[in-house]
């Protein structure tokens, strides 16, 4: 009646074996560390730049206490904070402004817990310290890309209807195009108003020209500003993810401002690095004629570049002539997706287009068969030519591949930086604030006493009430907690003081079960059930209870985590994975000990769960 199978107590053992193991590196702290990983996407961190890190430790006599390298980025552990800041200062005049070195902290858990998987958990702003900042965007920089953006489709749309102009150009927050005649510009007027609906047009006769004055309409300046908005936050959010801070924090506070909390991130300049990189995609066509011309690209190399040019280099390092006007921006971007070359079979990025940007990107492809396109990609402001082709014939569909000297986790990354998007318009730190190590510190002893004082309260009054039912109860209270912070750790969650609080819950919710499975047992017991019968039905009879209970208390849980943000999610993850194992633990884990200890005996005549009162039976008269 009271025996598991032997696959059960083996079930139970694994669980707690692995909940084990991954909470174990919790317990090992950190270790102070640098973390130097390539500034730029055309930059990998491989083996040669760990050797290039060790070399430079060793000529300055900083002992690391190992180095290694992962997907990002080259760590190395230190023994001390000092050999810490003296390796960042060391390796950053070294390497030079083309890698970013950052102070990290890092587990000290021994090899054997890395090589598996086994990491602790991450710790929140307020648990490890980190870096808080307030920006601000920039919206009339916003409006400004808008209308520039603007600007190309009007000259797009005209040239496509073979609209004669004279001249187009941005004056301040409006649009300008100049007509040799009247009929041109009422032309221009009717088809403007149809192809682009966002922009007010009217008409403007000066002595000597006609004009069109175009800018956008209220409506449409509003959903720029809305647009800019939510596209820097996604972009903040892309690139602070691929750069691998833990569980950040970012979020719009106002109409133009946005929240970020970096956790563990102990440099502010590291910080500010991360919220400032993006990357940005332009097509331009190359000037053909100055390229091609030696004398030219040599005078262009020594400073002197024609007019109407910009000098740039191709990635084997041969110098090429651009032309300032931007044909296309990664503005115009959908999707961008790694890939191969169908015909050479190297590694490409596929990019489509939306259909503006596909109009244009035919058009000009339509119009320059036999010349050079450049790709260009931007980050921090540098530009550098990914690719050059030469066009062959009109490009439809708005699906353009880039390829040419890319590796294919290079091309992986181009597509993510294109992906990300680039900053919708400029935004500016407003406030900065950081909270150290030592307050976060503090907070952790604070909530891990308040735990254990809980969970030793709790203890001494289920061993004093229930005796060995109640020590059941406590070491799958016990094995509740394990399994939470093994999963915590497995997830790589954000531990913060809210889930702290939501552990100390969790503990009081899971032993609830206990207690209502415990009294059940006395209440068999009382109702003149054998002592393995009792065991039996109070566990089979409590479950729906329990199952009952913690479903609501779940559901409240889930609506926290989709509906909060910020330190509501952080409570809300705590305690819906604390429902579930709180559930496993009271259930599971505790009958497998009652069945364990007493299964086996036939005849029970008693067991210890306390004093089970039993009402006195009355005298018939």
């Known amino acids: 009646m009271n025996r598991y199978p032997l696959w059960k107590y083996l079930l139970v053992a694994a669980t707690l074996v692995v909940g084990f193991v991954y909470t174990l590196p919790n ?14 996407s055309t930059l990998k961190a491989d083996s040669a730049l760990m050797n290039r890190v060790e070399e430079t430790l060793k000529k300055g006599s900083i002992a690391a206490s190992g180095v ?95 609209i004669q102009y004279g001249g187009a150009a941005r004056e301040g927050q409006a649009i300008s195009v100049r007509f040799r005649d009247k009929a041109e510009r009422d032309k221009a007027l009717l088809e403007i108003a149809r192809v682009i609906p966002d922009l007010e047009t009217k008409a403007v006769d000066d002595a000597a020209e006609f004009r069109m004055v175009a800018t956008l309409k209220l409506t449409a300046q509003r959903k720029t500003q809305e647009f800019a908005l939510q596209q820097n936050i996604t972009t903040l959010r892309n690139r602070v993810n691929e750069l691998g801070v833990a569980e950040p924090i970012i979020q719009q506070q106002g109409a ?12 502010t300049a590291k910080a500010k690095d991360i919220l400032g990189r993006t990357a940005t995609l332009e097509v331009r066509m190359v000037d053909d004629d100055a390229t091609n011309n030696p004398s030219t690209v040599q005078s262009a190399v020594g400073g002197q570049v024609p007019f109407g040019d910009e000098l740039y280099f191709e990635r084997g390092g041969v110098p090429i002539l651009i032309k300032r ?11 961008a997706q790694p890939g191969f070359d169908n015909q050479t079979h190297e590694p490409a990025v596929h990019i489509n287009l939306d259909g503006a940007g596909a109009r244009i990107f035919q058009q000009v492809t339509r119009e320059s068969v036999g010349k050079r396109m450049a790709i260009l990609l931007f980050e921090k402001g540098k530009g550098e030519v990914v690719t050059a082709p030469v066009i062959r014939s009109e490009i439809g569909g708005g699906r353009v591949q880039i390829s040419g000297r890319m590796t294919t986790q290079e091309a992986s990354d181009v597509a993510l930086l294109l992906r990300a998007g680039a900053l919708a318009a400029p935004m500016e730190i407003i406030e900065e604030r950081t909270v150290g190590p030592s307050l976060g510190a503090e907070n952790i002893r604070i909530g891990f006493h308040s735990t254990w004082y809980g969970f030793t309260a709790i203890a001494v009054f ?69 002592p393995q019968a009792a065991i039996y039905a109070g566990y ?38 604390g429902i579930l194992t709180s559930i496993f633990s009271a259930v599971v884990v505790s009958r497998a000990l009652a069945n364990l200890y007493y299964g086996s005996r036939r005849r029970l005549e008693g067991i210890s769960i306390g004093q089970v009162w039993r009402p006195q039976a009355t005298a018939k008269g």
């Open 256 to 267: 133009d401002r946005v929240v970020v909390q970096l956790p563990g991130v102990q440099d």
């Open 68 to 162: 290694f390298l992962d997907a990002t980025s080259v760590k190395a552990r230190f023994g001390d904070t000092d050999a810490q800041l003296k390796a960042k200062d060391l390796l950053q005049s070294q390497l030079g402004n083309d890698y970013v070195v950052a102070l990290n902290l890092l587990s000290n858990s021994p090899g054997w817990l890395r090589s598996i998987g086994a990491l602790p958990m991450y710790l929140g702003l307020d648990l490890r310290g980190g870096v808080h900042f307030l920006l601000q965007v920039d919206m009339k920089a916003a409006i400004a890309k808008k209308v520039e953006a603007t600007l190309i489709d009007i000259r797009s749309a005209l040239r496509e209807k073979k």
């Open 325 to 335: 006007q931007v044909v296309l921006t990664g503005d115009r971007i959908n999707d």
């Open 462 to 530: 289920m061993i004093a009430y229930y005796v060995l039912f109640g020590l059941f109860s406590v070491t799958a209270l016990a094995a509740n907690v394990l399994f939470l912070v093994a999963l915590l750790s497995m997830l790589q969650a954000t531990l913060t003081l809210p889930g702290m609080a939501g552990i100390a819950l969790t503990i009081g919710m899971a032993i609830d079960a206990n207690v209502l499975i415990n009294e059940r047992i006395r209440e068999e017991l009382r109702g003149g059930n054998t």
């Open 27 to 40: 317990f090992y702290g950190e270790v102070p560390a640098v973390q130097v990983s390539p500034h730029r």
């Open 540 to 577: 089979d009879r409590a479950w729906g209870t329990i199952l009952d209970s913690n479903i609501t208390t779940l559901i409240a849980g889930l609506f926290l985590f989709l509906l909060g943000s910020g330190p509501v999610k952080g409570f809300a993850v705590v305690l819906c994975l």
